[in-house]
């Protein structure tokens, strides 16, 4: 089978929807397809080929992501000449063409064009929780005539439903994010972190990832108790700004390890750390906790719909209200304070994740794809 899976979010950008196109693309080739990333070249980083092989499958590249804010985070969309030429040539002869974040111009918008010219079935993932965009209402004229092209709507989970359904009229499935147990389980702990009890987050520094109040947590708990280490792994313009709320006394205690979008580094910070923090404000199927998850970390996370469908309090972690200064301090000393309980934490974010494992999540989306192909409607149960 021929598949295009069309993304505004592909590396080097780094967020959710990247990491689940990334590792759809990867097993869809394990399993014997022939898999073609469509993306832009992202502007102010090093200037990709517009077609390059990247472990078994294809990443074409055209026009530029240009970022705006929106949904308190970083949205893209892509702009350019020929967009419109240069995608049909791409989709031409594919058998699916999948789309990721439809809702958001303009790349989908063009590929539903496209597949429509070649009666080429199409499948949209919705991956965000939103109460709505100035972006989409500028859109909405234009959104209206080509989400009516989309054959078959997948939601990462019931709030991703919930936000895009008043959107679009094509049915829902539910198939959650993925994650790729094996590499998050192995990784090796980083020596320069031993020592002290780490908490670690991952995560762009946007203005939803909360990272005021994490810093503020770290310095409530390192009045407690001085064993601890907090590392921020994850990059942003505002970057300087969290930087500077680290009083001096603590900026040895304070590890801010920038962007890093391999995952063997990523999953090595995880390997050293006693629990992950999340404590973003919004979040659909936060694929960062299923990371946790899968590196066998407890996670002290937000209370959101996201986290809830993930974390059990008690079992694979804690949820603490939104803001909740207290509550998060509370929450990390629960489980650097107690070994025994945090080691069967660990135990258990292992057991949650699997299911969530990529070889189970493809073999869903794939079931939907031959259905689609073979003009059958596809089960609830894939």
């Known amino acids: 089978m021929k598949v295009i899976l069309v993304t505004e979010y592909y590396y ?3 967020g959710g929807v990247t990491e689940h196109v990334h590792h759809l693309a990867r097993y869809l080739t394990r399993a014997g397809h022939q898999t073609r990333i469509i993306t832009s070249h992202i502007p102010g980083t090093p200037r990709r080929p517009d077609v390059e092989a990247v472990e078994g499958f294809e990443v074409v590249r055209m026009g530029e992501g240009m970022p705006i804010q929106s949904n308190g985070s970083q949205a893209r969309v892509t702009v350019g000449f020929g967009l419109a030429a240069r995608m049909q040539d791409e989709i031409r002869g594919a058998d699916i063409v999948h789309l990721q974040s ?21 499948v949209g993932t919705f991956h965000t929780n939103f109460a709505g965009s100035p972006l989409l209402d500028a859109f909405r004229p234009m959104l209206g005539r080509y989400v009516e092209g989309i054959d078959q709507c997948i939601g990462v989970s019931h709030t991703a439903i919930q936000s895009a359904s008043p959107w679009v009229k094509a049915p829902f499935l539910m198939i959650p994010n993925g994650v790729d147990c094996e590499s998050w389980g192995a990784g090796i702990p980083r020596p320069e972190l031993s020592g002290l009890h780490n908490i670690v987050f991952l995560g762009r520094l946007d203005p939803r990832n909360d990272v005021d109040t994490l810093i503020l947590a770290f310095r409530a708990l ?9 590392v921020i792994v994850g990059g942003g313009p505002e970057r300087p700004m969290y930087e500077a709320q680290v009083p001096a006394e603590l900026k040895d205690r304070v590890v801010f390890a920038g962007m890093q979008t391999d995952v063997a580094v990523r999953a090595s910070y995880l390997a050293s750390a006693a629990l992950m923090a999340f404590t973003i404000r919004l979040a659909a199927h ?3 906790v299923l990371e946790g998850l899968a590196a066998g970390r407890p996670i002290v996370a937000y209370d959101i719909d996201g986290v809830r469908e993930l974390v059990e309090n008690g079992q ?28 069967r934490m660990c135990e258990n974010a292992r057991r949650r994740v699997e299911p969530f494992d990529w070889k189970h999540i493809t073999a869903r989306i794939l079931r939907v794809y031959e259905s689609l192909r073979s003009g059958t409607q596809p089960s609830a149960s894939v």
Do not use: N, W
């Open 12 to 14: 080097p950008h780094v």
């Open 286 to 288: 936060p694929i960062t």
């Open 102 to 122: 439809p809702l958001f111009p303009m790349l989908p918008y063009l590929a539903i064009k496209a597949a429509r010219r070649f009666d080429i079935p199409v």
């Open 222 to 230: 390192h009045k407690r108790r001085q064993d601890v280490r907090l």
């Open 316 to 343: 694979e972690g804690y949820r603490v209200p939104i803001g909740d200064l207290s509550a998060l301090v509370d929450g990390f000393e629960q489980v650097i304070a107690d070994e025994p309980r945090r080691l």
